[in-house]
C-alpha cells in the first residue's frame, strides 16, 4: 500500500512506541524475486499493513530463504542490501528511505554549532540529521548524495566511497584524476580504468576534484556505510591555459615515489616543437633529469644512464626504437596517447630488466559513445585518429595513422647528392577494448611502424617496430584486482646496399620478445595495499644475415647463430601508510635469467686478451639447454614524511639488474645498432640508486616546487674496444670491454599550473662517468680512471612558457641550455715503422661548444561554438629563431698535413611551421 510519506513520517514522530505485541514467525523462500513483490508476500503472511513508496523499492532483488523467524528478523534480511530502513507501529510497518526515526533527540542536539567549510570532524556515531546539511551555507555544484544505509549507534567510524569517473562527451573512463576533501586530508587517485577508493570519516564529506582539462567540481556526500559513486565530468574548454606538465593535485607531495613525472598528452599541443610535429618524448626531454645526446638524437639518457637502460613501454609492450626520421620524430602517435609515466627513480617492483628508467606509455581507449576523430597537417606529416563505439556503453575502437610527406623537402635542396635522397616513415596503431560488465573487461593493441631512408645513392636502410598487446582485467572485490598481460615486441632492420656490382648485399637483424605476465592488487586493510605478481620473458635475437645481391657480386652469404634468454620474475610491493604523516612503499623483486641453446660458446685463458689465440675450450649447446645462470633481488624502496599539508621529504634506494645491451660505436643510438644477451662470457649490468627530494605546493597560486638529489653506481656496463667490429662478428665478446660507471646529480623543478601565464623552469646539475679498468693494458681506457660518458652534460636549463592572451589567442615558448657533450680530440702526430699516425687525447677529454636554442609559438584557436563539424586551431612556430649552428658533431680531416676540426649542425637557421589541428 502506497501513502504519502510526509504525513506518514509526521505521524510516526508523535506516536512512535515500542513493537509489543505477539508476532507470528514467518516461513518464505525468494528466489530472485523483486523487492516489492517479497514485501506485498511478508504483508499477507503477518497481517500487518505495509507503507512505502513504490520507486524506494525499484532495482531491488532478494534471494534469501526465512524458516519459523520473527517479523523483524525478515524486514532486516530484506532490507540488508538496500537503503530502506522500518518502523513497527501497532499494526503497521513502514518503511523509510534511508531515513531512521529517533525516540530521543542526542543530547547536545539543541546546543549551538559552528559550522566549517571543511570536512566534519566525527567524534562520535551521532545521529545525522540531513536537514542540518542541506540549509549550510555550502554552495553546491553537485546535488549531495548519501552513500550507504543511516543505522543508529553503528560502531564504524569510516567507510570506503569507491566508483568510476568517466568523460561526459565521450565515455572513457579518466586517469590520473584526483579526489580529495577540500582540506586535502583525505585524497585518492584514479587508475588507468578511471577506478578510484577513498576512506571518509562517517557523516558529511565535502569533496573536490581536480584533472587538467576537464571541469573541477565540488560534490558533498553523506556517508553512512560503503558505497559506490559514479561521476562524469565535462571537458574544459579553456584547456590551452593549463600547465604542459601537470601532476595530480598534491600527489608529487604526498605520494611515497621520487623521481617520478607526469606528462599530460594533451597539453603539450601548444610547444613550438621542430617542424610541427607534436612530440610526447620529446617534450619530456625538457624535463630536469632526462637528456639525449644531441639535437636529432634517437634515445635518452636518464639520470646518468646509457639510452640502452630505459624501459619504453607502450600498452605494456617494449617499443625498442622509440623514434622515426633518425631521431627527430618520436614513434608515439600523440592523438592516441593516453598518459605516460616516467620513473626515473622509485621504479615499481612489478618492472625489471632495465637500469635506470621506465617510460609507461598507455594509448587512450575510444569514445564508447559516438564516433570521434582528431587530426593534423603540417609541412612534413599528416596525422589522424578515429575513434569508434563499437558496442554502446561497452567496447570501443580507436585507430590512429601518421605518415610523412618529407621526399619534397630533400628534391628541393640545391646539392645533388641530396636530391635523390629518401627519407619516410610511417606508423599505425589500434587499441580494442571491451568491458564485459563491472569486474571484468579485456583489451587488445597492435602497433606497427617502418622508417626508410637513403641519405646516399647507394644504400637504403629500414627498420621497423612491431607490438602486439593482450590485457585481461578482472575485479574478484573492491579490495582485490588481477590482470593477465601477454604481449608481443619486434624490431627489425634492413641494409641493402648496390654501388659496386662486386660488393652488393643485403643484411637483416631482427629481435623478437614474448612475455606473459600476471598482476594482482590487494587492499588487505587501511594501512597496508599490497601488489604482487609475477612475469616471464623469452628473449630471441637473430644477429645478422648477409648475402649477395646479383651474380656479380663477390660477398660471402653469412650468418651469426640466433641468441636465446629466458627471463622470469617474482615480486611483492606494500604501500604500507604508518601514520598520516609517513607513508612506506615496499618492494622485492628476484629476477632470474638463463641463456639457452643452441650456441656455441668459447672460453678463454684468464690472464690474457680475449681473442682467437686465446681459447682454451669451445662448448656446444642443445636446444633450450640452459648456457649460463644469472639471478638476483632486486630492491624497491621509497618512503614519504609530511612536513604539513603541502610540504613533504622523500627518499628511495633502487636496485636493478639488466640481462639485454645494447651495442654501439654512435654517439648516439641509432637504427642499425645491435641488441646482445648476456652470456657464458658477458654478465648482466647492475645498478643501486640513492635519492633523496623536497617537495612543496602553493596551492593558493597552484605552483609545485621539488629539488630532487640523487647517486648511483653502476656495475659490468658494456663498452667497446678503440676500432671494434661489432656486426657480423661470431666472436664479439673479443671486442667488448666490461667497467662501472658512477652518476650523479641535483635536479630543481618549479611549476605554474595554471592561469593565463604558467609553464615550468628546470634545472640540474649531474654527471656521468665510466671506469673501465683491467689488470691487462689492452683492456684499459684512460689508465683505468673514471672518465666521462659520452652523453655527460653538467648543466642542463629549460623554461617552458604559456601565455593566454584571450581565449582564441595564446603565445608559447621553450629555451633549452646544455652544456657540450664530450669529444675525443686529436693533440698531435706522430712516426711509427716509418709512418705518421695521429696522437689522440684521452678518451672524452675535451667538449664540443655548448648547446643553446629558443622556439616561439603562437596559437589560434577556432570559435568555441558547440554546434560545429570540428573544432580546430591553428600552430605557428619558429623552431631556432635565434639561428644558433648548434653543434651536432665535430670531425677532423688532415689536409695537406695539417688536421683541421670541422663541425656538422641539423637547423642552423630558424625553421618556420605551420600545423592546422582538428577535432570533431
Known amino acids: 500500500m502506497q501513502i504519502n510519506f510526509l504525513a506518514i513520517l509526521m505521524l510516526l514522530l508523535s506516536t512512535v512506541g515500542l513493537f509489543g505485541q505477539t508476532e507470528q514467525n514467518i516461513t518464505a523462500t525468494f528466489n530472485n524475486s523483486p523487492l516489492k513483490e517479497a514485501i506485498l508476500k511478508v504483508e499477507s503472511i503477518s497481517n500487518k499493513e505495509f507503507y512505502f513508496e513504490e520507486t524506494w523499492l525499484k532495482g531491488y532483488y532478494v534471494t534469501k530463504t526465512f524458516k519459523n523467524e520473527s517479523l523483524r528478523e525478515v524486514l532486516e534480511g530484506l532490507f540488508s542490501n538496500t537503503n530502506i530502513n522500518y518502523v513497527?507501529?501497532?499494526?503497521?510497518?513502514?518503511?523509510?528511505?534511508?531515513?531512521?526515526?529517533?525516540?530521543?533527540?542526542?543530547?547536545?542536539?539543541?546546543?549551538?554549532?559552528?559550522?566549517?567549510?571543511?570536512?566534519?570532524?566525527?567524534?562520535?556515531?551521532?545521529?545525522?540529521?540531513?536537514?542540518?546539511?542541506?540549509?549550510?551555507?555550502?554552495?553546491?555544484?553537485?546535488?549531495?548524495?548519501?552513500?550507504?544505509?543511516?543505522?543508529?549507534?553503528?560502531?564504524?567510524?569510516?567507510?570506503?566511497?569507491?566508483?568510476?569517473?568517466?568523460?561526459?562527451?565521450?565515455?572513457?573512463?579518466?586517469?590520473?584524476?584526483?579526489?580529495?576533501?577540500?582540506?586535502?586530508?583525505?585524497?585518492?587517485?584514479?587508475?588507468?580504468?578511471?577506478?578510484?577508493?577513498?576512506?571518509?570519516?562517517?557523516?558529511?564529506?565535502?569533496?573536490?576534484?581536480?584533472?587538467?582539462?576537464?571541469?573541477?567540481?565540488?560534490?558533498?556526500?553523506?556517508?553512512?556505510?560503503?558505497?559506490?559513486?559514479?561521476?562524469?565530468?565535462?571537458?574544459?574548454?579553456?584547456?590551452?591555459?593549463?600547465?604542459?606538465?601537470?601532476?595530480?593535485?598534491?600527489?608529487?607531495?604526498?605520494?611515497?615515489?621520487?623521481?617520478?613525472?607526469?606528462?599530460?598528452?594533451?597539453?603539450?599541443?601548444?610547444?613550438?616543437?621542430?617542424?610541427?610535429?607534436?612530440?610526447?618524448?620529446?617534450?619530456?626531454?625538457?624535463?630536469?633529469?632526462?637528456?639525449?645526446?644531441?639535437?636529432?638524437?634517437?634515445?635518452?639518457?636518464?639520470?646518468?644512464?646509457?639510452?640502452?637502460?630505459?624501459?619504453?613501454?607502450?600498452?605494456?609492450?617494449?617499443?625498442?626504437n622509440p623514434s622515426h626520421f633518425l631521431g627527430f620524430f618520436s614513434a608515439v602517435?600523440?592523438?592516441?596517447?593516453?598518459?605516460?609515466?616516467?620513473?626515473?627513480?622509485?621504479?615499481?617492483?612489478?618492472?625489471?630488466?632495465?637500469?635506470?628508467?621506465?617510460?609507461?606509455?598507455?594509448?587512450?581507449?575510444?569514445?564508447?559513445?559516438?564516433?570521434?576523430?582528431?587530426?593534423?597537417?603540417?609541412?612534413?606529416?599528416?596525422?589522424?585518429?578515429?575513434?569508434?563505439?563499437?558496442?554502446?556503453?561497452?567496447?570501443?575502437?580507436?585507430?590512429?595513422?601518421?605518415?610523412?610527406?618529407?621526399?619534397?623537402?630533400?628534391?628541393?635542396?640545391?646539392?645533388?647528392?641530396?636530391?635523390?635522397?629518401?627519407?619516410?616513415?610511417?606508423?599505425?596503431?589500434?587499441?580494442?577494448?571491451?568491458?564485459?560488465?563491472?569486474?571484468?573487461?579485456?583489451?587488445?593493441?597492435?602497433?606497427?611502424?617502418?622508417?626508410r631512408f637513403s641519405i646516399t645513392s647507394d644504400s637504403i636502410f629500414d627498420y621497423s617496430n612491431r607490438l602486439i598487446s593482450l590485457k585481461y582485467n578482472h575485479a574478484f572485490s573492491e579490495k582485490s584486482k588481477a590482470?593477465?598481460?601477454?604481449?608481443?615486441?619486434?624490431?627489425?632492420?634492413?641494409?641493402?646496399?648496390?654501388?659496386?656490382?662486386?660488393?652488393?648485399?643485403?643484411?637483416?637483424?631482427?629481435?623478437?620478445?614474448?612475455?606473459?605476465?600476471?598482476?594482482?592488487n590487494y587492499k588487505l586493510n587501511n594501512k597496508h595495499r599490497l601488489s604482487y605478481g609475477l612475469s616471464s620473458k623469452l628473449y630471441a635475437i637473430d644477429p645478422g644475415n648477409i648475402n649477395p645481391i646479383g651474380e656479380n657480386s663477390d660477398v660471402l652469404a653469412k650468418s651469426i647463430d640466433r641468441e636465446k634468454g629466458l627471463e622470469s620474475a617474482i615480486y611483492l610491493a606494500d604501500l604500507f601508510e604508518v601514520n598520516k604523516k609517513f607513508l612506506l612503499d615496499l618492494g622485492l623483486r628476484y629476477s632470474f635469467y638463463s641463456a639457452l641453446g643452441p650456441a656455441t660458446q668459447n672460453i678463454y685463458s684468464s690472464g690474457v686478451p680475449k681473442s682467437d689465440s686465446s681459447i682454451e675450450e669451445v662448448k656446444e649447446f642443445g636446444n633450450n639447454e640452459s648456457i649460463k645462470t644469472y639471478g638476483g633481488l632486486e630492491y624497491r624502496f621509497s618512503a614519504r614524511y609530511l612536513l604539513g599539508n603541502d610540504f613533504s621529504v622523500k627518499a628511495g634506494f633502487n636496485r636493478t639488474i639488466q640481462y639485454l645491451h645494447l651495442l654501439s660505436t654512435n654517439t648516439t643510438q641509432s637504427p642499425t645498432d645491435i641488441w646482445k644477451l648476456s652470456d657464458l662470457n658477458i654478465e648482466p649490468q647492475r645498478a643501486n640508486q640513492y635519492s633523496l627530494g623536497f617537495f612543496k605546493n602553493l596551492s593558493e597560486k597552484d605552483i609545485e616546487f621539488s629539488l630532487e638529489g640523487y647517486y648511483k653506481t653502476m656495475a659490468d656496463i658494456l663498452d667497446y674496444k678503440i676500432g671494434a667490429q661489432l656486426i657480423m662478428n661470431d666472436e664479439l665478446e673479443t671486442e667488448l670491454l666490461q667497467g662501472e660507471g658512477k652518476a650523479y646529480g641535483v635536479e630543481f623543478l618549479v611549476k605554474k599550473n595554471s592561469g593565463r601565464f604558467n609553464g615550468y623552469v628546470g634545472y640540474s646539475y649531474s654527471r656521468s662517468q665510466v671506469k673501465l679498468d683491467s689488470q691487462l693494458m689492452q683492456e684499459r681506457v684512460n689508465n683505468g680512471e673514471f672518465f666521462s660518458a659520452n652523453y655527460d652534460k653538467p648543466h642542463d636549463f629549460s623554461i617552458v612558457a604559456n601565455y593566454k592572451l584571450t581565449k582564441r589567442f595564446s603565445f608559447s615558448g621553450n629555451f633549452t641550455y646544455q652544456t657540450g657533450r664530450p669529444i675525443t680530440y686529436p693533440i698531435g702526430r706522430y712516426v711509427f715503422a716509418g709512418e705518421e699516425q695521429v696522437l689522440y687525447s684521452d678518451r672524452n677529454q675535451f667538449r664540443i661548444p655548448n648547446y643553446y636554442r629558443l622556439d616561439l609559438g603562437v596559437n589560434i584557436e577556432g570559435n568555441h561554438k558547440l554546434n560545429k563539424l570540428a573544432h580546430s586551431f591553428i600552430n605557428i612556430s619558429v623552431y631556432n629563431v635565434l639561428g644558433r649552428n648548434n653543434p651536432y658533431s665535430v670531425f677532423f680531416v688532415n689536409e695537406a698535413g695539417e688536421i683541421k676540426a670541422y663541425k656538422t649542425s641539423i637547423f642552423s637557421i630558424p625553421v618556420p611551421t605551420i600545423t592546422y589541428n582538428f577535432k570533431f
Open 88 to 320: 513497527l507501529k501497532d499494526n503497521k510497518v513502514i518503511l523509510l528511505n534511508n531515513t531512521y526515526v529517533y525516540t530521543e533527540l542526542p543530547p547536545d542536539f539543541f546546543n549551538e554549532v559552528t559550522q566549517k567549510e571543511n570536512s566534519i570532524e566525527v567524534k562520535s556515531n551521532a545521529p545525522i540529521f540531513q536537514e542540518e546539511y542541506a540549509n549550510s551555507h555550502t554552495v553546491h555544484k553537485r546535488k549531495m548524495v548519501t552513500i550507504g544505509k543511516q543505522r543508529p549507534n553503528t560502531s564504524n567510524n569510516t567507510y570506503v566511497l569507491s566508483g568510476v569517473f568517466k568523460n561526459f562527451n565521450t565515455g572513457e573512463p579518466l586517469a590520473n584524476l584526483s579526489i580529495s576533501t577540500v582540506d586535502r586530508s583525505k585524497y585518492a587517485i584514479t587508475d588507468s580504468e578511471g577506478k578510484y577508493s577513498i576512506r571518509l570519516p562517517y557523516g558529511l564529506n565535502k569533496l573536490e576534484t581536480n584533472l587538467l582539462g576537464f571541469e573541477k567540481i565540488r560534490q558533498d556526500v553523506i556517508m553512512y556505510g560503503d558505497g559506490s559513486l559514479n561521476i562524469e565530468l565535462l571537458e574544459n574548454t579553456e584547456s590551452l591555459e593549463e600547465v604542459v606538465v601537470k601532476s595530480n593535485k598534491d600527489a608529487n607531495v604526498r605520494d611515497a615515489v621520487v623521481g617520478v613525472t607526469n606528462i599530460d598528452i594533451e597539453s603539450i599541443k601548444t610547444i613550438p616543437l621542430v617542424l610541427g610535429e607534436r612530440d610526447v618524448l620529446k617534450v619530456a626531454t625538457t624535463m630536469p633529469g632526462i637528456k639525449t645526446a644531441g639535437e636529432g638524437s634517437s634515445g635518452f639518457n636518464v639520470r646518468g644512464g646509457r639510452s640502452d637502460q630505459n624501459l619504453i613501454l607502450l600498452d605494456d609492450a617494449v617499443l625498442y
Open 333 to 451: 602517435n600523440p592523438f592516441t596517447t593516453g598518459s605516460m609515466e616516467i620513473y626515473k627513480a622509485s621504479i615499481p617492483a612489478e618492472y625489471g630488466g632495465r637500469l635506470s628508467s621506465v617510460f609507461d606509455i598507455e594509448t587512450k581507449s575510444g569514445n564508447m559513445e559516438k564516433f570521434a576523430g582528431e587530426g593534423s597537417i603540417g609541412p612534413i606529416t599528416a596525422n589522424l585518429a578515429l575513434e569508434i563505439p563499437v558496442v554502446k556503453e561497452k567496447a570501443s575502437l580507436i585507430a590512429g595513422f601518421r605518415a610523412t610527406y618529407s621526399d619534397w623537402i630533400l628534391r628541393s635542396l640545391d646539392e645533388d647528392k641530396l636530391k635523390n635522397s629518401e627519407a619516410s616513415f610511417y606508423d599505425g596503431i589500434v587499441k580494442y577494448k571491451h568491458n564485459i560488465d563491472n569486474d571484468n573487461s579485456i583489451q587488445g593493441t597492435v602497433y606497427f611502424s617502418k622508417d
Open 483 to 520: 590482470e593477465l598481460i601477454l604481449v608481443n615486441s619486434q624490431y627489425q632492420y634492413e641494409v641493402n646496399y648496390e654501388a659496386d656490382a662486386n660488393q652488393d648485399f643485403e643484411f637483416d637483424y631482427q629481435l623478437n620478445e614474448y612475455q606473459a605476465k600476471l598482476n594482482f
